[in-house]
Structures are given as structure tokens and as C-alpha cells.
């Protein structure tokens, strides 16, 4: 799920969250991925041609959790967004990836530095990019369930009920991959705008 929402006049929050879960197959590996891949295009406008203080931060929350055997392997790649206008880089926030192999569970809680630029009214557009994936070897279905979320799960499958009686799984309205851009008033000392960042806005 993408859910793009605007809180306040001068925000944008983008929130991507999911879960994947694969159990051992008799003939076969079993795979499950999900791949997010999103460009929003976003304009910043203001009374007068003044320049704008930009910020960006990302959180990352979920979790891994191991099949009863401990055989299959959770993983996430390289978590990242950015921000650009004209085809210039403006921002960019992004987290390493991570794997998780065994029967323990693995949570995940990271948040961003906060990254400011100073930037004129005029077009930009946000790219931002999560994958996580679970494998499990060929094996029989009894209680091998990989799992890798990050999402509340709300109503489980039932085949991972089934598998997995003890339905310990958190629910939490945080988790995902959340990208935060807010838009504030630029400090009397801002520098001058880069050409590059003020040529959508004339």
C-alpha cells in the first residue's frame, strides 16, 4: 500500500507499507517480493518569489521473523528517496538494506538525519523506492512460514494462521517506509538560490 497524504498545507508525507510472507514448498523454492517504486510530482507556491526553507527525513520500522526451522531468509534492499527539480538533486534521504536467516525476529527501527536546502517556489518531484523479500528452500508446508513486514497485518491469511498458531505478530501504525517533506519560511541569512533550482519558477 502507498498512501500519500498532505497533514498540513505546508507538508507532504508518503508512507509505503506491506508484508510478505512464504511458506516451504514441497517441489519448489518459494519466493514472495514486494517492490515499490513511486515519482510525485509536487509544487511549491507562495505569495512572493521568495526563498523556502525545504526538509526531508525518512523512518524505516518492521520486522523479520524466521520460519520454526529456521531455513529461509528475509531480506530488504537499499531504502531510499529523493527529491529534484529540472533534473537537478535536491535532498536525499535513504537507509542500508538488511537480511534476517534463522528462527529469531528481527526488528527494524531507523530514522534519517534531517536534510534542509534552500529552494525557490516552482515544480519538484519525489522518487522513492523500497523492496523487501522472503525466500524459503524446498521443503514440506509444516510451520515454515518466513515472514517479512512492514505494515500492520490486519487480518492474516488464513494459511499463515494456520501455520503459524502462535499469531504473535505486533501491530503498529508506524510501521513502513515513511518520507516526510515539509516547506517553511527560509532564515534571513538563507544564501542565494542556485540558478538551477529557480528556472521552473519564472
Not at 517479512?148 to 505486533?170: H, V
Request: hydrophobic share 40%; glycine share 8%; charged share 20%.
Amino acid at each position: 500500500h502507498i498512501d500519500v497524504a498532505q497533514p498540513h498545507g505546508n507538508s507532504l508525507v508518503v508512507a509505503m507499507t506491506g508484508m510478505s510472507a512464504v511458506s516451504g514448498l514441497p517441489y519448489e523454492e518459494a519466493v514472495a517480493e514486494v517492490a515499490f517504486d513511486l515519482t510525485q510530482n509536487f509544487l511549491i507556491a507562495t505569495d512572493k518569489p521568495r526563498p523556502v526553507r525545504l526538509t526531508m527525513e525518512a523512518q524505516l520500522i518492521g520486522l523479520f521473523r524466521g520460519s520454526r526451522d529456521g531455513p529461509g531468509v528475509a531480506m530488504s534492499l537499499p531504502a531510499d528517496a529523493d527529491i529534484s527539480s529540472g533534473g537537478v538533486g535536491i535532498s536525499h534521504v535513504g537507509f542500508a538494506g538488511h537480511s534476517h536467516t534463522g528462527k529469531s525476529i528481527q526488528f527494524i527501527s531507523e530514522r534519517s538525519p534531517v536534510v534542509e536546502a534552500i529552494v525557490g517556489p516552482g515544480e519538484y518531484t519525489l522518487c522513492q523506492r523500497f523492496t523487501f523479500r522472503c525466500t524459503h528452500p524446498r521443503k514440506c508446508l509444516k510451520k515454515n512460514v518466513e515472514l517479512a513486514m512492514f505494515g500492520d497485518a490486519g487480518k492474516l491469511p488464513e494459511w499463515l494462521i494456520l501455520l503459524d498458531p502462535s499469531r504473535d505478530l505486533p501491530k503498529n501504525k508506524d510501521f513502513g517506509f515513511r518520507v516526510a517533506v515539509r516547506v517553511d519560511p527560509a532564515p534571513p541569512q538563507a544564501p542565494p538560490i542556485p540558478e538551477a533550482k529557480t528556472a521552473l519558477a519564472k
